[in-house]
């Protein structure tokens, strides 16, 4: 017998009571865990605590032998327009401090947790417009409401987009997509997402759930190893990309939050700079 006994595992019990304020968690008894991120049950409005929840929640739920598919997903009508109101008086209050702990620590590990810490299959789901869609779409596998808009935001409000929405772009767009996207906002729409190759299907939004159950369900229909082993081939490729560029794509925005010495994640900054993508314009200079 053995000197020493294992660590339990965490407990979902438990870790699904802990993130309820930032994730709503379902696991069917195979394994197969629905994560639902909302903020006060609605869409997600980015805040320094619920950024740093995400990277906690991947971490935990890689670490519980129990999970065996993640789908994760917003709630509502959109994936994430807003930041919340006071989500970043704390960046406001000791820039140096924050521009480390949330810039760069909490971010690098946010991407890096997805792909590295979850050695199950993933299916992203992007329930609606939204900036911050690395977040499904470095999934394994992305679905797309029909009426959600992809974009990113960081240049329009003085940031650079390093923080993880670079690997993802680059990856799934090209090097000239990639480029343009990022330096003009453009708005990408689930249908040419889909002709890009930057989500897998485009369904109306209340079918998706089911929709990635049914993926699911297929994924569960071979064995454990399998399963878990083929997550491994097929994520190679984004593994190789957050080598290569992760960690000096963070360091190079949290230089500039530095520098500006002020956040650029205020609620009325970014509803401005969304606000042409509600109206259905391509960007936010025409």
């Known amino acids: 017998m053995s000197l020493q006994e ?11 009571e802990r993130f309820k304020d930032f994730f709503h968690m379902q696991r069917r008894e195979d394994g197969v865990l629905l994560v639902e991120a909302h903020t006060i049950g609605g869409p997600i409005q980015l805040s320094v605590q619920n950024h740093r929840a995400l990277g906690q929640m991947l971490k935990t739920v890689g670490a519980d032998p129990e999970n065996e598919v993640l ?41 890096s947790s997805l792909v590295n810490d979850l050695e199950i299959p993933t299916i992203g789901l992007m329930n609606g417009s939204g900036f911050h869609s690395e977040i499904v779409l470095m999934c394994d596998l992305t679905l797309a409401a029909e009426d959600a ?13 390093a923080d993880g929405i670079h690997n993802a772009f680059q ?8 480029a343009y996207a990022l330096l003009t906002g453009e708005a990408i729409s689930a249908k040419q997402a889909l002709e890009w190759g ?8 209340d079918q998706l759930i089911a929709r990635a159950y049914t993926i699911a369900d297929h994924i569960m229909s071979q064995p454990r190893i399998t399963r878990r ?21 963070f360091g190079i925005q949290m230089f500039a939050h530095v520098a500006k010495k002020k956040s650029i994640h205020g609620e009325q900054h970014i509803k401005s700079t969304v606000d042409y993508v509600r109206e259905g314009r391509k960007n936010n200079f025409d």
Do not use: C
Not at 149 to 161: K, R
Not at 198 to 205: A, Q
């Open 198 to 205: 930057m989500v897998n299907e485009v369904l109306p939004r």
């Open 171 to 178: 990856e799934l767009l090209g090097v000239k997509r990639a």
């Open 149 to 161: 808009t992809i974009f990113d935001l960081h240049y329009d409000i003085g940031s650079v987009p």
């Open 229 to 249: 082993l083929t997550t491994q081939i097929v994520r190679r490729p984004w593994k190789q990309r957050i080598v290569h560029d992760l960690d000096g794509g």
């Open 71 to 111: 789908i994760l997903t917003g709630s509502g009508d959109e994936f994430m327009m807003k930041s919340d109101p006071d989500g970043f008086a704390l960046e406001d209050a000791d820039m140096p401090y924050w521009a480390y702990e949330y810039a760069y620590k909490d971010g690098r590990i946010n991407v």
């Open 6 to 16: 294992f660590v339990d595992p965490p407990r979902f019990d438990e870790y699904s």
